[in-house]
């Protein structure tokens, strides 16, 4: 687990348990949606180790394409301490939930960057630019809602947890993607330890947003859907730029049947009361496609 830099793999029984357990945490069939257990007990229920062993990853061969993608993984799990950040600014840690699952959630996303940057420091590709800016969007995030309006208002942990869940199925449908397409079993059966642990974010965040969102007055309702409508961008454009973000993940996203699984994003917020409707991945994938950007 985080800060070991020898093996990486559970021994003996732990890890058998660990490798038996339920592995479909895909977003279409998302295993820890069973009825009458609560959110974080199901979260804490399914936690496990992410499967991986540095020399075995040092000698994988990847696919190009999927080296380029996976460099943006690194930097958006790597991310998660920002977001975690930015919880506990609008004091959503005060909440019992958020406050178990966020210091795990930044573990668990941690471990996903050391493991797929020790993956790919092995590899001959060149990662892709990230966005020219000193203080890329997701860095300013916090500010784009007043601190001392927004603190501890409902809205603002609906929308957190909202955006969570749309971040995390999109990063489980291209890490779906990516371990079908790595060209070794090594990097898949660790892309496939990852999607377990994407899963069980997914289902917290889309438990917890739905819960609070069923009890919330209209008025929350509709800060927390005017929250989510200026602050969501797709995962990634926020530190790469749009462009950019195009050049590493269009091609992936650009394969129908990888888009149209991508614009099932919007039924994900469709599911948390008050949030439904807003298309917002279906409007920003319909947009006519920028120039690719300048070196």
Request: contains cysteine; charged residues 25%.
């Amino acid at each position: 687990m985080p800060g070991s830099c020898t093996s990486h793999r559970p021994a003996g029984p732990a890890r058998d348990n660990f490798r038996t357990r339920r592995s479909r945490s895909t977003p279409d069939d998302c295993p820890y949606n069973d009825a009458g257990v609560q959110h974080l007990e199901r979260f804490e229920r399914d936690a496990g180790p992410i499967d991986w062993d540095p020399g075995e990853l040092a000698r994988c061969a990847l696919d190009a394409e999927v080296a380029t993608v996976l460099h943006v993984a690194v930097v958006l799990e790597e991310d998660t301490a920002i977001s975690s950040r930015q919880a506990r600014a609008f004091g959503l840690d005060h909440d019992a939930d958020l406050a178990s699952f966020l210091a795990t959630w930044e573990q668990e996303e941690a471990e996903h960057a050391r493991a797929l940057a020790h993956l790919l420091a092995h590899q001959p590709h060149v990662p892709p630019a990230l966005r020219p800016a000193l203080a890329p969007a997701r860095r300013r995030g916090v500010a784009r809602v007043p601190l001392s309006a927004a603190r501890r208002l409902p809205a603002t942990g609906v929308a957190f947890c909202a955006l969570g869940a749309a971040a995390e199925y999109v990063a489980l449908v291209v890490y779906t993607e990516l371990a079908k397409r790595s060209g070794s079993p090594t990097a898949e059966a660790l892309l496939r330890s990852i999607i377990r642990q994407e899963g069980r974010h997914l289902a917290f965040f889309k438990a917890a947003a739905g819960e609070r969102a069923a009890s919330m007055s209209d008025l929350q309702g509709r800060l927390a859907r005017h929250i989510v409508r200026t602050v969501w961008a797709p995962i990634g454009i926020p530190s790469l730029g749009e462009d950019h973000w195009r050049a590493a993940l269009g091609p992936l996203v650009d394969e129908p049947a990888v888009r149209a699984r991508v614009e099932r994003m919007d039924r994900v917020l469709d599911s948390i009361p008050h949030l439904g409707g807003m298309e917002l991945m279906a409007g920003f994938l319909s947009r006519s496609r920028p120039t690719a950007p300048s070196t």
